[in-house]
C-alpha cells in the first residue's frame, strides 16, 4: 500500500530558523579559519555561548561581528549587500504607544542601525535577515503588497511577516538609504568685495 504525504511550505522550513537565533539552534560559525558546525547553548547578553562539535570547551559567539550560516537544506543565496535594521538595544524596533495620566502617545527608546546579513530562499520570496529568522520580502504593485523572488536594486521594498495586507504585514523598520550630509557649493562671487580701508 502507498501512503502520500504532503507536505506543507510550513512542514519544509526548519521551525527554529524561522524565528531566529534560539537555543539548540544548529549553525555553522567560523571558527580557526573554517566554518564549523554546532549548537547554540545560551544567550548571554548581546553574545551567545556556542558548542562546536568534537570541542570541549563552548565558545562566546556574537550574532552582528562574528561570520556565520544557517544549517539549511534549501538553496539560499547570500544578498550583495548588507542590511541596515533599526534596533532597539537587542531586538528590532517596534513601535509602542505609553500612557502616562491624561497623556497618550509615542514611547520613545534610543535606537541604532545593525547591518545585518541576508540569506533568500532561491525562487522564493522568503528570505532570513540575520539572526532575527525568516521574513517575506515584499514590493508595491499597483497599490497592492506582492511577493518579490530575486534581491531588490533601487525599488523600495518591505520586509515583514504575516497577510500581505497594508494593516496585517508587519514590517522591520529598515534604513533603506544611508543619510549623507548635503554638500555646500561654492559659487564665485561676482564683483569684489570692498575692504574696510575702502568702506572707511
Known amino acids: ?6 507536505y506543507s511550505k510550513k512542514s519544509i522550513l526548519n521551525p527554529k530558523m524561522m524565528r531566529g537565533w534560539s537555543k539548540r539552534l544548529v549553525i555553522y ?8 558546525r554546532g549548537v547554540l547553548i545560551r544567550k548571554m547578553g548581546l553574545k551567545w555561548t556556542f558548542k562546536p562539535d ?4 563552548t ?3 556574537c550574532p552582528i561581528r562574528d561570520k556565520w550560516h544557517y544549517n539549511s537544506k534549501q538553496k539560499l543565496k547570500t544578498w550583495s549587500t548588507k542590511m541596515s535594521v533599526l534596533m532597539a538595544g537587542n531586538k528590532p524596533f517596534q513601535y509602542q504607544r505609553e500612557r502616562i495620566g491624561g497623556w497618550s502617545g509615542a514611547k520613545t527608546c534610543r535606537t541604532h542601525a545593525v547591518q545585518l546579513r541576508v540569506w533568500q530562499v532561491v ?7 540575520g539572526h532575527l529568522g525568516q521574513y517575506t520580502l515584499a514590493i508595491v504593485s499597483n ?3 506582492t511577493t518579490l523572488v530575486h534581491e531588490p536594486g533601487q525599488q523600495q521594498f518591505f520586509i515583514g511577516r504575516g497577510v500581505l ?5 508587519k514590517c522591520l523598520k529598515i534604513v533603506q538609504q544611508p543619510y549623507k550630509r548635503a554638500k555646500i557649493q561654492k559659487t564665485i562671487a561676482l564683483y569684489a568685495i570692498p575692504t574696510r580701508e575702502e568702506l572707511g
Open 29 to 36: 560559525v567560523y571558527l580557526q579559519k573554517r566554518y564549523r
Open 165 to 169: 495586507d497594508k494593516r496585517k504585514f
Open 59 to 61: 565558545v562566546l559567539v
Open 143 to 145: 497599490g497592492k503588497l
Open 1 to 6: 500500500m502507498l501512503i502520500l504525504k504532503i
Open 123 to 129: 525562487g522564493t520570496s522568503d528570505i532570513y535577515v
Open 54 to 57: 568534537r570541542y570541549q570547551r
